[in-house]
């Protein structure tokens, strides 16, 4: 309990705080009586130390050291009763007590021996503790049963609200507002969560409670914010104040709040994971063919939105990191937890940038595979955009959440059961834009077919025709071969459009007009006539196949 509420007590009643009293709100965890000279090493934080002043009486010199020594180790307050061996306190001591906020109280009026006002206290500490359990259970009980009668987290966080009368927010794993009381719905919930958004930004790792205060001009200007935590980090429970003053039951109040939402949101995942584990296990057996009949397929994917009419295509997505030669999370559980743990939330990262396309879809995990099923609407399937827009989250993602992913894209089918062949086709995608060492990368199944085709070209063929093309370009300054190449190549990625082109290798418009001026000066060849176009791209495509120097577009090229 704290000081002051301590001192309440009938037997502390004549009690006088006689410097210090900034530290009144400091909590009292025990009662220590001892007098010896070395009881400094003795003490613990929350200690109130009890003393008819002997220690101090032949010790002026060590009395300020005593007490700074107390308040280091973050001790209560110290309480003495000075008249019974004379004991003088320095104005110093007096002062410097005062600036650190450290407490120190004059017993000499109570007429009870330190044994009887060491009992009382601590009887008092106990059955305060006593209290706090049983509210503690008490508050527990009634949020587990909200959560039982299927009331569910937003009514806890209401509930709450009403036992601190004030505003409470949830902020879920990405620091959106999840559930809000009342008090918080009738304020602004932006200029609520701004500032704490911006702490939690700043502070992202902390694990246990803080409190705060906010600068801004609102009346809630302290909060109290609780991380909440199942297998992985779910969020915060805010409670915002008008004063910084808050009492000891306000916070089990919100400590069991945490825990009662940590075991919602744990039965909530799991619910979730079993879903999500037949969900994977129906597509697992459908690729593989393990369903044979198509009204079983049907049956059992119509709550995943399989239909017998329409199109679909199958895309798959893959971390690059898992086919460039880092090694595969070990066989241990902890290794086990890690990866799924990591490919979960991978998984969201991709669905939900997967929902801002316009694009209807349903989503699975095989293996480190991520499986995208697209329907297709009646209009014709624009591939091209697609590869583009996938393109974009690719580079979008490795930006943002530093996860380096490539997708290859299977043909479009009509029967249910062709799913198995469009995802080979896809992991041949994947595999054929792996070879040619790119990342971040999406690839169709009809790319993939035009490398298999120049693969049919006896070597000695492909690395003639590769040499005769740039054969111009040998004779120039190395750095200038370099850039003319990369312009050329980032020419023809960009579908031969200027200003895309200037904006991906970051130079001025009037520079790329300028380089392919020269590439055509130099190669003697038109380099938008689409024979000759074709014959530059084919010439970049044998880089990969004959394993030579790739131009620099196609070594750094990440999209």
């Known amino acids: 309990m704290d000081l002051q509420q301590l001192l309440t007590i009938p037997i502390l009643s004549k009690a006088k705080v006689i410097t210090g009293h900034r530290g009144l709100d400091r909590l009292v965890q025990s009662i220590n009586i001892m007098d010896a000279p070395d009881i400094v090493q003795f003490l613990k934080p929350g200690d109130m130390l009890l003393t008819n002043g002997y220690i101090l009486k032949d010790r002026p ?8 020594d107390m308040h280091a180790i973050g001790c209560a307050a110290l ?116 500032p704490l958004l911006t702490l939690i930004d700043e502070h992202p790792s902390f694990h246990t409670a803080i409190s705060i205060c906010l600068l801004t001009a609102d009346k809630y200007r302290h909060a109290e914010l609780h991380p909440i935590f199942t297998d992985r980090h779910e969020g915060y429970l805010i409670a915002l104040y008008d004063s910084s003053a808050t009492s000891k039951l306000s916070t089990l109040a919100l400590e069991q709040a945490v825990n009662v939402i940590g075991l919602e949101l744990t039965k909530k995942q799991a619910v979730k994971e079993r879903s999500r584990r037949y969900k994977n296990e129906y597509f697992s ?27 679909s295509v199958l895309i798959i997505a893959k971390k690059d990191e898992s086919l460039a030669g880092i090694p595969k999370q070990n066989s241990t559980s902890s290794g086990e937890e890690r990866f799924i743990s990591e490919r979960d939330a991978n998984y969201e990262l991709i669905k939900q940038e997967f929902a801002r396309l316009d694009l209807s879809f349903v989503m699975f995990t095989k293996n480190d595979q991520f499986g995208i099923l697209v329907f297709l609407a009646e209009s014709s399937w624009d591939e091209h955009t697609v590869v583009q827009q996938l393109e974009r989250m690719a580079s979008k993602l490795y930006t943002e959440s530093q996860l380096s992913l490539s997708f290859g894209i299977g043909n479009s089918y009509t029967n249910v059961l062709d799913i198995g062949l469009s995802y080979k086709e896809a992991v041949k995608a994947l595999q054929s834009g792996y070879q040619m060492r790119k990342t971040r990368f999406a690839h169709s199944y009809q790319t993939m077919d035009i490398s298999r085709l120049l ?71 038109n380099i938008k006539d689409p024979m000759e176009s074709l014959r530059f791209r084919l010439a970049f495509a044998l880089e990969s196949l004959l394993n030579v120097n790739p131009a620099p577009s196609e070594a750094n090229h990440t999209s």
């Open 79 to 194: 309480a003495v009763k000075t008249q019974r061996f004379s004991l003088e306190l320095s104005p110093q001591l007096l002062e410097t007590a005062d600036r650190l906020g450290f407490p120190i109280i004059e017993l000499s009026e109570i007429d009870n021996t330190l044994g009887e006002i060491f009992q009382h206290s601590i009887s008092a500490i106990l059955q305060n503790k006593t209290h706090e359990l049983h509210y503690a259970l008490s508050i527990h009980k009634q949020f587990s049963t909200m959560v039982m009668q299927g009331k569910g987290i937003p009514s806890i966080v209401d509930t709450l609200s009403q036992l601190l009368s004030s505003p409470v927010l949830l902020l879920g794993s990405k620091k959106q507002i999840t559930a809000s009381s009342h008090y918080a719905q009738q304020m602004d919930h932006q200029s609520l969560a701004a």
């Open 285 to 311: 057996d459908l690729i593989q063919g393990f369903i044979r009949s198509e009204q079983e397929a049907l049956h059992r994917g119509k709550k995943y939105g399989l239909q017998a009419k329409g199109s």
């Open 455 to 525: 693969r049919m070209i006896p070597h000695d063929e492909m690395l003639q025709f590769h040499q005769e093309t740039f054969k111009p370009f040998n004779d120039r300054d190395p750095n200038e071969r370099s850039e003319l190449m990369k312009t050329l190549s980032s020419f023809y990625e960009n579908h031969c459009q200027i200003v895309d082109t200037a904006k991906e290798l970051f130079v001025h418009r009037n520079t790329v007009i300028y380089r392919l001026e020269k590439c055509e000066k130099l190669t003697g060849r």
């Open 61 to 68: 010199d060590a009395h300020l050291a005593f007490i700074t």
